[in-house]
T-cell receptor, first 113, second 116 residues
Framework: DAGITQSPRHKVTETGTPVTLRCHQTENHRYMYWYRQDPGHGLRLIHYSYGVKDTDKGEVSDGYSVSRSKTEDFLLTLESATSSQTSVYFC????????????FGPGTRLTVL | GENVEQHPSTLSVQEGDSAVIKCTYSDSASNYFPWYKQELGKRPQLIIDIRSNVGEKKDQRIAVTLNKTAKHFSLHITETQPEDSAVYFCAASKANYGGSQGNLIFGKGTKLSVKP
């Protein structure tokens, strides 16, 4: 499982509340990613990080922010959750094989009521 | 930017038959093509990948082929078993590019059902 954990694993929240999801890795990988997965859309990249304090936007970044203050943790924040952000969120790391092989965390199921 | 199309969206086969899932990509500079298997309620897992300097790669019952000229690649599963039932995703990236250009772009997935 490439030493990746996500917390919480499940969360139900109300529209308008802030939510932070955490991704933690134990193997000192430089690149980390946040994806969302929705039926019919596959996996879509939200934000990614290429080092401590180095982050960039992905395909669907509106309404999300990220932070990476240390190598092992990559946080995804929904400043004011909306029902359209109900999804399964996966964190991933880039492996060390020299290409863009990525390994995923177990996922967080977020429901925004 | 890169666009990855995946077909079919659903596939049903009898146990023991072969299954083929096809993906096309738009950016001729893409050079890395992984396939992921996702069982219900689980994380996507990398099952096989191919790089642009190789035309085919096999690992037991699964194989991937790449046609760079036509810009398509395929996953082949032989002698399918019920445990092969899952959603399969293809992806493409320009692995030696920096920044966002090097990111993985995923197809929308194929739900494979293997009937006993």
């Amino acid at each position: 499982d490439a030493g990746i954990t996500q917390s919480p694993r499940h969360k139900v929240t109300e529209t308008g509340t802030p939510v932070t999801l955490r991704c933690h890795q134990t193997e000192n990988h430089r690149y980390m990613y946040w994806y969302r997965q929705d039926p019919g859309h596959g996996l879509r990249l939200i934000h990614y990080s290429y080092g401590v304090k180095d982050t960039d936007k992905g395909e669907v970044s509106d309404g999300y922010s990220v932070s990476r203050s240390k190598t092992e943790d990559f946080l995804l924040t929904l400043e004011s959750a909306t029902s359209s952000q109900t999804s399964v969120y996966f964190c991933a790391i880039k492996g060390t094989g020299g290409y863009n092989e990525q390994f995923f965390g177990p996922g967080t199921r977020l429901t925004v009521l | 930017g890169e666009n990855v199309e995946q077909h079919p969206s659903t596939l049903s086969v009898q146990e023991g038959d072969s299954a083929v899932i096809k993906c096309t990509y738009s950016d001729s500079a893409s050079n890395y093509f992984p396939w992921y298997k996702q069982e219900l309620g689980k994380r996507p897992q990398l099952i096989i990948d191919i790089r642009s300097n190789v035309g085919e790669k096999k690992d037991q019952r699964i194989a991937v082929t790449l046609n760079k000229t036509a810009k398509h690649f395929s996953l082949h599963i032989t002698e399918t078993q019920p445990e092969d039932s899952a959603v399969y995703f293809c992806a493409a990236s320009k692995a030696n590019y920096g920044g966002s250009q090097g990111n993985l772009i995923f197809g929308k997935g194929t739900k494979l059902s293997v009937k006993p």
